[in-house]
């Protein structure tokens, strides 16, 4: 589900699953851009993939740091979340059946 969920961003294609892949493509990416006959657009597309691999290594330093600190939110709030979720979810396809219905 991960992975089929996040998987472009303005276009670019990205990997919520492995980093790597969108750290290879800001690098291939910044190279084109310095060529001269590089196309319209390339910096910023090697800045999307930069700042998803950033806002998901953030995302994995702030989750060590709160299991470090506070163990026992570390599985508290991730399953009240997807509880939250699944309620939702549930919720809406009620919602839909029932207008489909009427």
Sequence with gaps: MQAAVFTTVEGATN????????????IET???AISPSAPAG???RSGISAAVGCAFG???AIG????????????????IALLFVLLRCNGDRHGAGHEASV
């Design 64 to 79: 060590a740091l709160v299991t470090e600190c506070v163990p026992d939110l570390a599985l508290g709030l991730p399953a």
């Design 42 to 44: 390339m910096w910023r």
């Design 30 to 32: 910044v190279f084109v």
């Design 58 to 60: 953030f995302g994995a």
């Design 15 to 26: 990997s919520t699953v492995m980093v790597t892949g969108n750290l290879r493509q800001a």
